[in-house]
């Protein structure tokens, strides 16, 4: 599956912006999907994921309750609705997707085969 990751840019702290991921292929819904992000000088490290079917969600502590993450499988694509932005949120984002993942390894991007080539996000405060 190919991966290619939009909707990044700079907001205001506070604001919001949605993320898209779209897939190639027609087995999309057959994959476990993720959102990761790298800040400079920093390791990669995992925002949210969502089960094949989009009934489990997850999220890392720091994006809980502001962050938002959806797929349509009729579409192939993934969503991450990112509300009340902080600073801190600021990173390339990335996609990933993996076939094989078992859910208990979602945050964990060495499990993931894919990855989309990131889209930056800024916040100013």
């Known amino acids: 599956v190919q991966l290619q990751a939009f909707g990044g840019g700079l907001v205001q702290a506070g604001g919001f912006l949605r993320l898209s991921c779209a897939a190639s292929?027609?087995?999309?819904?057959?994959?476990?999907l993720g959102w990761f992000r790298q800040a400079p000088g920093k390791e990669r490290e995992f925002v949210s994921a969502i089960s094949r079917s989009g009934g489990s969600t997850y999220y890392a502590d720091s994006v809980k309750g502001r962050f938002t993450i959806s797929r349509d499988n009729a579409k192939n694509i993934m969503y991450l609705q990112m509300n009340s932005l902080k600073p801190d949120d600021t990173a390339v984002y990335y996609c990933?997707?993996?076939?094989?993942?078992?859910?208990?390894?979602?945050?964990?991007?060495?499990?993931?085969?894919?990855w989309g080539q990131g889209t930056q996000v800024t916040v100013s405060s």
């Open positions: 292929g027609r087995t999309f819904r057959t994959y476990v």
């Open positions: 990933a997707a993996d076939r094989s993942l078992i859910l208990s390894s979602y945050s964990s991007g060495s499990e993931y085969d894919y």
